[in-house]
């Protein structure tokens, strides 16, 4: 929007001609002020003012004298830094859950089911805040709560987006497990491309040239890695059976994911048509829960429980490192939905898959200092090629904005 300055705020005395001297520069410089402050403070009498001109006629010589010049009204500068913080939690979140769950997995860590749980489990450290800002939602008039869906509807959202979220978290634990951090976060970079899929058929998504050549560099960047020797494979996971169970579990986990955040867009959209922060929140709550439910039952089912404190004995950092890291993993987690959801809300859900992209190269990365994995040929190509991926959608959301 612009504020648009016209010849109906300046005098005719203001110009220049035979019978009236011109202004000096100080006095425009000055009436130029003035004019600019009361149109951005005093909207309701710049519309009068507009309406009173409007009556006037106006001359064909002031006219043909005074252009039009116009001024950018300030960007909400709120909603960008609420984006800004969602993407800083979303890259991370996930970047220190996996490198985490790695860390688990190394040091004698075993338990799929348990990894898994820790995806979800940390949801309770959000429920002060959910009450905090539900107390202080400005929506909670009657109108707004009747416009509300039944608690049946949006339970049975949040358990079906749980279930999701359930069998995800399960995939990626079994995926994490059996590749090396490196190879698991590229082969995860294909939630992009599933992602451009789902949001076109469930989000109206566009797909242009741009978003098309993403989509298939990321799948030849995953490809790639079906080739990768196998001799970086963690401890006791080394054969090509175990790669190709890693491999398999992390694409359908993708997406699985991809498909989650493209359900997730869709309930604001058309079930819950709420835009607070509160409402982000409850979703992440009530899903969490629900996933959290459908995770624990197997793992008490499979009788991997009775196995956790045997393995907390002989976790190679010891037992309080053992808790500790298993904590920091479930807050990792947590805060990465903070960002995911809170990214869904504002822009979209495959905006939200490109910035969890963005920490492509970062995991990789760090994998290389603390777990001592090797960046050979084929591991670079395929993240150059992701990140070249990556680098088209963002030049097609620059020209989007552009436009």
């Known amino acids: 929007m612009h504020s648009r300055i016209t010849t109906s705020n300046i005098t005719p005395t203001a110009f220049c001609s035979f019978d009236h001297p011109c202004f000096t520069i100080p006095q425009v410089a000055s009436a130029f002020y003035i004019v600019t402050m009361e149109e951005i403070q005093e909207p309701h009498f ?10 006037q006629p106006m001359s064909s010589n002031t006219a043909n004298t005074i252009p039009e010049y116009t001024i950018p009204q300030p960007k909400n500068k709120t909603r960008w830094a609420w984006m800004f913080m969602c993407m800083l939690f979303v890259l991370l979140g996930q970047s220190s859950a996996t490198l985490l769950g790695r860390l688990y997995y190394n040091e004698g860590g075993n338990a799929v089911l348990l990894a898994a749980l820790l995806e979800t489990i940390g949801f309770p450290i959000l429920i002060p805040f959910a009450l905090y800002f539900s107390a202080q939602d400005p929506s909670r008039d009657d109108a707004a709560v009747n416009d509300q869906p039944s608690n049946l509807i949006r ?3 949040y358990i079906f987006l749980g279930l999701f979220q359930a069998a995800t978290g399960v995939l990626y634990s079994v ?16 939630q ?16 242009t040239p ?9 799948t030849i960047s995953s490809t790639l890695l079906i080739f990768h020797s196998d001799s970086e494979q963690p401890a006791g996971k080394s054969n090509r059976g175990h790669f190709a169970v890693g491999f398999s579990c992390s694409l359908v986990a993708s997406a699985l994911y991809s498909l989650m955040l493209s359900m997730t867009q869709l309930a604001f959209q058309k079930v819950l048509k709420r835009e607070t922060f ?48 298993l904590a920091m993993i479930a807050v990792a ?70 436009s």
């Open 175 to 190: 995926g994490l497990q059996n590749l090396p951090v490196s190879t698991f976060s590229l082969i995860s970079t294909t």
């Open 192 to 207: 992009l491309g599933f992602n451009a899929l789902f949001s076109f058929f469930f989000n109206a998504q566009k797909l």
């Open 210 to 218: 741009l978003i098309l050549n993403s989509v298939v560099l990321l």
């Open 333 to 402: 987690w947590q805060v990465c939905s903070i960002g995911a959801i809170g990214l869904i809300f504002e822009v979209s859900s495959l905006f939200t898959n490109v910035i969890s992209t963005v920490g492509l190269p970062i995991v990789p990365i760090l994998a290389a200092i603390f777990f001592h994995e090797k960046m050979d040929g084929i591991k670079v190509i395929s993240v150059v090629l992701a990140v070249w991926g990556f680098a088209s959608y963002v030049y097609q959301h620059y020209l989007n904005d552009s």
């Open 155 to 157: 339970s049975a959202v």
């Open 278 to 325: 509160s409402t982000v929140l409850n979703m992440i709550i009530y899903q969490s829960l629900a996933a959290t439910c459908v995770v624990i039952v197997p793992l008490f089912i499979s009788g991997e429980w009775s196995v956790l404190r045997n393995e907390m004995e002989n976790f190679e950092l010891g037992k309080v490192s053992y808790v500790i890291v």
């Open 46 to 55: 710049r519309s009068i003012a507009v309406e009173e001109a409007q009556e």
